[in-house]
Protein backbone atom coordinates (compact mmCIF):
# COMPACT_ATOMS: atom_id res chain seq x y z
CA UNK A 1 0.00 0.00 0.00
CA UNK A 2 2.60 2.50 0.93
CA UNK A 3 4.12 1.94 -2.65
CA UNK A 4 1.20 3.04 -4.40
CA UNK A 5 1.63 6.34 -2.39
CA UNK A 6 3.96 7.89 -4.57
CA UNK A 7 2.60 5.95 -7.87
CA UNK A 8 -0.52 7.69 -7.26
CA UNK A 9 0.91 10.88 -6.36
CA UNK A 10 2.98 11.00 -9.80
CA UNK A 11 -0.01 9.48 -11.89
CA UNK A 12 -3.11 12.14 -10.95
CA UNK A 13 -0.72 15.22 -12.27
CA UNK A 14 -0.31 13.06 -15.39
CA UNK A 15 -3.25 12.39 -16.00
CA UNK A 16 -4.19 15.73 -15.87
CA UNK A 17 -1.75 17.55 -18.06
CA UNK A 18 -2.09 14.72 -20.38
CA UNK A 19 -5.41 15.92 -20.41
CA UNK A 20 -5.05 19.25 -20.84
CA UNK A 21 -2.58 19.14 -23.39
CA UNK A 22 -3.44 15.78 -25.44
CA UNK A 23 -7.66 14.93 -24.84
CA UNK A 24 -8.40 18.77 -24.82
CA UNK A 25 -7.04 20.15 -28.01
CA UNK A 26 -8.50 16.66 -29.96
CA UNK A 27 -11.97 17.04 -28.19
CA UNK A 28 -11.91 20.57 -29.37
CA UNK A 29 -10.70 19.69 -33.27
CA UNK A 30 -13.83 17.29 -33.08
CA UNK A 31 -15.94 19.81 -32.07
CA UNK A 32 -14.80 22.17 -34.52
CA UNK A 33 -15.07 19.41 -37.06
CA UNK A 34 -18.79 18.35 -36.20
CA UNK A 35 -19.77 22.39 -36.22
CA UNK A 36 -18.07 23.16 -39.55
CA UNK A 37 -19.98 20.16 -40.79
CA UNK A 38 -23.59 20.96 -39.31
CA UNK A 39 -23.10 24.69 -41.03
CA UNK A 40 -21.91 23.69 -43.94
CA UNK A 41 -25.50 21.05 -44.42
CA UNK A 42 -27.44 24.04 -43.02
CA UNK A 43 -25.57 26.20 -45.98
CA UNK A 44 -27.04 23.66 -48.48
CA UNK A 45 -30.63 24.18 -48.29
CA UNK A 46 -30.12 28.17 -47.97
CA UNK A 47 -27.84 27.65 -51.29
CA UNK A 48 -30.69 25.91 -52.61
CA UNK A 49 -33.49 28.38 -51.63
CA UNK A 50 -31.28 31.06 -53.31
CA UNK A 51 -30.58 29.64 -56.30
CA UNK A 52 -34.79 29.06 -56.65
CA UNK A 53 -35.88 32.52 -55.63
CA UNK A 54 -33.36 33.72 -58.02
CA UNK A 55 -34.62 31.46 -60.70
CA UNK A 56 -38.14 33.05 -59.75
CA UNK A 57 -36.58 36.24 -59.87
CA UNK A 58 -35.80 36.03 -63.39
CA UNK A 59 -38.98 34.71 -64.58
CA UNK A 60 -40.46 37.72 -63.04
CA UNK A 61 -38.52 39.92 -64.59
CA UNK A 62 -39.20 38.31 -68.14
CA UNK A 63 -42.67 38.35 -67.24
CA UNK A 64 -42.64 42.51 -66.66
CA UNK A 65 -40.67 43.20 -69.84
CA UNK A 66 -42.69 41.26 -72.04
CA UNK A 67 -45.86 43.05 -70.48
CA UNK A 68 -44.54 46.19 -70.70
CA UNK A 69 -43.68 45.80 -74.42
CA UNK A 70 -47.51 44.59 -74.83
CA UNK A 71 -48.40 47.57 -72.88
CA UNK A 72 -46.40 50.19 -75.26
CA UNK A 73 -46.92 47.98 -78.14
CA UNK A 74 -51.28 48.42 -77.32
CA UNK A 75 -50.44 52.28 -76.61
CA UNK A 76 -48.72 52.61 -80.19
CA UNK A 77 -51.81 50.93 -81.86
CA UNK A 78 -54.36 53.31 -79.62
CA UNK A 79 -52.61 56.65 -80.29
CA UNK A 80 -54.01 58.81 -82.86
CA UNK A 81 -50.90 59.17 -84.79
CA UNK A 82 -50.15 55.46 -85.12
CA UNK A 83 -53.82 55.36 -86.57
CA UNK A 84 -52.63 58.18 -89.50
CA UNK A 85 -49.64 56.88 -90.31
CA UNK A 86 -51.28 53.52 -90.99
CA UNK A 87 -53.90 54.93 -93.02
CA UNK A 88 -50.88 57.03 -95.16
CA UNK A 89 -49.10 53.95 -95.47
CA UNK A 90 -51.88 51.76 -97.35
CA UNK A 91 -51.74 54.29 -99.87
Given amino acids: MEDLLPIL ?3 IPLVVV ?35 TEERLERIERSLTRLVEEQ ?3 R ?3 SPESGSRAGLEGR
Avoid at 22 to 51: G, N, W, Y
Wanted: net charge positive; aromatic share 4%.
Fill in 18 to 52: VGKFVIQPMAELIAKTMQQSRLEESSKPLADRMAA
Fill in 9 to 11: GIS
Fill in 72 to 74: EFR
Fill in 76 to 78: ELR
